[in-house]
C-alpha cells in the first residue's frame, strides 16, 4: 500500500464529546482523484477538516505519499470531569504540517480574510507553496483561470459577490502548489452560470492536480473523479468506479427509494 | 482665550493623543489578532520605562537611544512570553476570554510587584531632552516636539509592516479567520506570540514617553491604559487607523476640558461625551466593530 497518495487507516473522529466517523479506510492512488457523496450533517466536512489537521483524529493514522502527518501516540482522554488536562496534552496534528506536504483542503463556504484584497489574499496563500513550485506561474495560471480576479484585485473580500469569493478560495488552492486538493462543496449556493465557470476551471486544475471532491451533484462528480465513496452516518457506505456511475437521479433512488 | 493659548492647548492635545494612539494601537493589535484584552498592557509601560530608568543609571550608559532599544527590545520578549504563560495555554477554550482577563490582571499584579520590589515605590522620572523650540509665539519643549515626531513615525512603520510586509499580511490575515489562515499553512502559534509582542514593545516605547513627563511609579500605567481602553471602543477597531484618530480626538477633548471644565471634572467629561457618541455610533467613532487590524 505504500504506492498511495494518500492513505486513511481506520480514522475516526468527530468534536469531542460527539463522534462524527469512525473507521474511514481509504487509498487513493497517484493522479486518481476521488469524489465523496452523501446527505448534509453526516461527516465529510468533518473527515476533511480531520485530514487538514484542524481537528485531531481520536484514532487511525492518515499517511500522505507514506509520511505519517499524525503523531503516532493515542488520542490523549479527558479521564476526568473537573480537571483539564488538555493543556498538557499535545495535539496530534499539525495544520502547517499536513499544508508543506503538499495536502491542501479548501474548505466549504470559506469566507477568508474579509478585510484583506484579493491581491494580499493570494500573496498569503503564495506563502503556502513556498519552495514547492513556481508560485508566480501558478498565480498567472489562477489568474488565467478566473479572470473576474484579475479585475477585482484591489478589492477587498467583504467587497466580493459569494461567486467570487468561492473563486479567490479556489485559486488561494491553486496558489498553494498542492500535490492533492481538498475541495468542500465548491459550487455550493452558486448561480447555475457561476457553477458552471467554477466547474469548467476545477476540471482544468483536474488536469494537473489529483483532487477529493465533497459535492452534492452527482453529475458534477462523475466527470470529474475516478472513484465515488458514500458516505453514510459518518462511514464509508459504497464504493463507485467511474465506469459504473449512475447518473444523479439513479443514484438518489438508489439511496432513498423512489421519493427523491 | 486668545490665540497663544488656543495653541498651547492644541499642542498639549497632540502630545496626549500621541500617547495615547501608541497605547491603544498597542492593546488592538493583541485584541484584533487575539480576540483577548490584555489588562497587563498598562504595566509593559511601568515595566518599559524603569527598564530605560535602569539602563541610564550609573557611568556606563549607552547613550538614550541604544538604552531605549534595549527596552524596547526586552519588552517584546516580555509580551512573547506573557502570551506562551498566561494566554496561550487558554486558547480555543470555552471561556477564553473571560480566563485572559483573570490571567491577564494577575499578571499585571505580578509585573507591578516585581517592579516595586526591585525598584521600589519611590517615583523616578526619566531625563527628558532639555531645551525648547518658539514658534508662532507659543513655546514648545524638545520632549513634546520629539515625542510626536516618533510616534507617528512608529505608527506609520507599524502600520506599513502590518500592510505590506509578509509577516504583518499573514498577522492580519489570522486576526480576520484564523481557520482559513490555518488551511493556508501560517504558523498561527508563531504569529500571535509576535503579535503580543508587538504591542508590549509598543506599550514600551508609551513608556518612555510617560516616563519622561510624568513621575514614574510602579502603577504609572493603569491610567493610560484606561484612556486607551476608552480611545479603543470609542474609535472602534475596524482599521489599523480608527484607534489611532480616536486617539488624538481623545487626547484634543482632554486638552480643551482640562483647560474649560479642569483637571477634577475631565474624566466625567470625557466618559460623557464618549459615551453620547457611543449612543448614535456603537460601533465606535471610525467604523464597525469588527476583528481586523
Known sequence: MSGALLELRALSGGYEPVQIFRDVTLAMDHGASIGLFGPNGHGKTTLLKTISGLLDPWSGDILFEGVRLNRERARG???????????????????????????????????????????????????AGRGRADAEALRQQALALFPRLRERLGQKIRFLSGGERQMVSVACGLIAAPKLLMLDEPTLGLSPKLRHELAAAIHSIRQQVPLIVVDQDVDFLKSLIDTLYLFDHGRISGRIERQDMPSHDQLMRMLFGQTH | MTLQTFLFVCLSGVVLGALYALMATGLAVVWTTLGIFNFAHGTFIAAGAYLAWQLSQGGHSAGFLPNAAISIASLFAVGVLFHLLLVKPFERKPNAVLLSVMTTLAGASIVEGIINLVWGPRSKQLQSIVGDIRFAGIVMSYNDVVMIAVAVAILAAVGAFLRYSTIGRSMRAVAQNREAAQLLGLNVPLLYALAFGLSAALAGMAGLFVGSMRFMTPSMGSEPLMKALIVVIFGGIARFTSPIYAAFVVGMLEAFSTYYVGLYWTPAVLFALMIAVLMIKPEGLFGKYERSV
Not at chain 1, 466549504?108 to 489574499?121: H, I
Open chain 1, 77 to 127: 482522554r479527558r479521564r476526568s470531569l473537573y480537571f483539564n488536562y488538555e493543556v498538557l496534552i499535545p495535539r496530534r496534528m499539525n495544520p502547517q504540517r499536513v499544508v508543506r506536504a503538499g495536502l491542501i483542503h479548501v474548505a466549504q463556504s470559506n469566507l477568508l480574510f474579509p478585510e484583506l484584497t484579493v491581491r494580499e489574499t493570494l500573496a498569503v496563500a503564495r506563502l
